[in-house]
Protein backbone atom coordinates (compact mmCIF):
# COMPACT_ATOMS: atom_id res chain seq x y z
CA UNK A 1 0.00 0.00 0.00
CA UNK A 2 1.50 3.36 -0.95
CA UNK A 3 1.88 5.94 1.73
CA UNK A 4 0.16 9.42 1.59
CA UNK A 5 2.38 12.51 1.30
CA UNK A 6 2.33 15.14 3.97
CA UNK A 7 0.70 17.30 0.73
CA UNK A 8 -1.54 14.25 -0.35
CA UNK A 9 -3.13 14.22 3.55
CA UNK A 10 -3.55 18.36 2.92
CA UNK A 11 -5.34 18.21 0.21
CA UNK A 12 -7.49 15.36 1.53
CA UNK A 13 -8.01 17.65 4.82
CA UNK A 14 -9.06 20.90 2.14
CA UNK A 15 -11.81 17.90 -0.13
CA UNK A 16 -13.14 18.09 3.76
CA UNK A 17 -13.05 21.42 4.97
CA UNK A 18 -14.45 22.95 1.67
CA UNK A 19 -16.99 20.20 0.73
CA UNK A 20 -19.79 22.48 0.52
CA UNK A 21 -17.77 24.71 -1.84
CA UNK A 22 -17.01 21.56 -4.00
CA UNK A 23 -20.55 20.86 -3.68
CA UNK A 24 -21.81 24.64 -5.09
CA UNK A 25 -18.61 24.20 -7.77
CA UNK A 26 -20.28 20.64 -9.28
CA UNK A 27 -23.71 22.40 -9.59
CA UNK A 28 -22.57 25.17 -11.21
CA UNK A 29 -20.13 23.59 -13.42
CA UNK A 30 -23.50 21.12 -14.45
CA UNK A 31 -25.49 24.24 -15.17
CA UNK A 32 -22.81 25.89 -17.04
CA UNK A 33 -22.56 22.30 -18.92
CA UNK A 34 -26.30 22.09 -19.25
CA UNK A 35 -26.85 25.47 -20.10
CA UNK A 36 -24.48 26.76 -22.91
CA UNK A 37 -25.36 28.96 -25.85
CA UNK A 38 -26.60 26.51 -28.81
CA UNK A 39 -26.39 28.45 -31.97
CA UNK A 40 -29.82 28.20 -33.37
CA UNK A 41 -29.79 26.22 -37.08
CA UNK A 42 -30.28 28.56 -40.00
CA UNK A 43 -30.13 25.97 -43.03
CA UNK A 44 -33.74 25.04 -42.82
CA UNK A 45 -34.28 22.31 -45.08
CA UNK A 46 -30.59 21.58 -44.96
CA UNK A 47 -29.15 18.12 -44.49
CA UNK A 48 -29.00 16.36 -41.47
CA UNK A 49 -27.48 17.10 -38.61
CA UNK A 50 -24.65 14.86 -37.07
CA UNK A 51 -24.88 16.22 -33.50
CA UNK A 52 -26.97 13.93 -31.03
CA UNK A 53 -30.92 14.82 -31.43
CA UNK A 54 -32.17 13.20 -28.14
CA UNK A 55 -31.51 16.04 -25.45
CA UNK A 56 -30.97 13.74 -22.27
CA UNK A 57 -28.29 11.71 -24.13
CA UNK A 58 -26.50 14.78 -25.02
CA UNK A 59 -26.77 16.03 -21.74
CA UNK A 60 -25.29 12.70 -20.23
CA UNK A 61 -22.89 13.06 -22.77
CA UNK A 62 -21.73 16.40 -22.22
CA UNK A 63 -21.54 15.63 -18.68
CA UNK A 64 -19.43 12.49 -18.77
CA UNK A 65 -17.10 14.37 -21.05
CA UNK A 66 -16.21 17.24 -19.06
CA UNK A 67 -13.27 16.17 -16.71
CA UNK A 68 -13.73 18.84 -14.35
CA UNK A 69 -17.27 18.06 -13.37
CA UNK A 70 -15.98 14.39 -13.21
CA UNK A 71 -13.59 15.23 -10.67
CA UNK A 72 -15.66 17.40 -8.45
CA UNK A 73 -18.64 15.01 -8.84
CA UNK A 74 -15.93 12.21 -7.71
CA UNK A 75 -14.80 14.26 -4.39
CA UNK A 76 -18.57 15.00 -4.08
CA UNK A 77 -19.58 11.89 -3.82
CA UNK A 78 -17.05 10.22 -2.23
CA UNK A 79 -17.12 12.48 0.79
CA UNK A 80 -20.77 12.17 1.05
CA UNK A 81 -20.75 8.70 0.85
CA UNK A 82 -18.15 8.26 3.55
CA UNK A 83 -19.60 11.12 6.07
CA UNK A 84 -22.80 9.24 5.99
CA UNK A 85 -21.20 5.57 6.77
CA UNK A 86 -19.33 7.40 9.83
CA UNK A 87 -21.01 6.74 13.37
CA UNK A 88 -19.84 8.19 16.39
CA UNK A 89 -16.66 9.76 17.38
CA UNK A 90 -15.37 10.05 13.91
CA UNK A 91 -18.83 11.70 12.79
CA UNK A 92 -17.72 14.13 15.74
CA UNK A 93 -14.37 14.42 14.65
CA UNK A 94 -15.30 15.62 11.08
CA UNK A 95 -17.97 18.18 12.53
CA UNK A 96 -15.59 20.36 15.02
CA UNK A 97 -12.82 20.22 13.04
CA UNK A 98 -13.54 20.36 9.17
CA UNK A 99 -17.21 21.49 9.41
CA UNK A 100 -17.83 23.30 12.53
CA UNK A 101 -18.51 27.13 11.48
CA UNK A 102 -15.93 28.19 13.52
CA UNK A 103 -13.32 26.39 12.85
CA UNK A 104 -11.10 26.84 15.60
CA UNK A 105 -11.19 23.38 17.16
CA UNK A 106 -7.93 22.03 17.90
CA UNK A 107 -7.02 18.05 17.92
CA UNK A 108 -6.42 18.76 22.34
CA UNK A 109 -9.66 20.17 21.93
CA UNK A 110 -11.50 17.38 20.04
CA UNK A 111 -9.92 14.75 22.07
CA UNK A 112 -11.32 16.67 25.32
CA UNK A 113 -14.76 16.34 23.97
CA UNK A 114 -14.14 12.84 23.08
CA UNK A 115 -12.73 12.13 26.37
CA UNK A 116 -9.81 10.16 24.72
CA UNK A 117 -6.26 10.82 23.84
CA UNK A 118 -5.06 13.37 21.41
CA UNK A 119 -3.33 10.35 19.62
CA UNK A 120 -6.42 8.39 19.16
CA UNK A 121 -8.16 11.40 17.32
CA UNK A 122 -5.13 11.85 15.14
CA UNK A 123 -5.29 8.07 14.24
CA UNK A 124 -9.13 7.63 13.60
CA UNK A 125 -8.61 11.07 11.63
CA UNK A 126 -6.20 9.04 9.92
CA UNK A 127 -7.85 6.02 8.94
CA UNK A 128 -10.58 8.75 7.64
CA UNK A 129 -7.99 10.33 5.46
CA UNK A 130 -6.89 6.67 4.29
CA UNK A 131 -10.82 5.99 3.24
CA UNK A 132 -10.74 9.02 1.43
CA UNK A 133 -7.79 8.43 -0.63
CA UNK A 134 -8.61 4.67 -1.34
CA UNK A 135 -12.46 5.78 -2.10
CA UNK A 136 -11.11 8.55 -4.60
CA UNK A 137 -8.30 6.58 -6.19
CA UNK A 138 -5.44 7.34 -4.68
CA UNK A 139 -4.41 4.23 -3.04
Do not use: H
Not at 106 to 129: C, G, M, Q, T, Y
Amino acid sequence: MNKLSRLDIQKLEDYWINFNQYKTQLKFREWELLNQYVETDTNQGGGKGNGISNPTERKALVLAEDMLYQNLKRIVGAIDNIYSSLEGDKKTIVDMRYWDAAGCYEWEDIAEELDISRNKVLRKRNLLIDKTAERLGWL
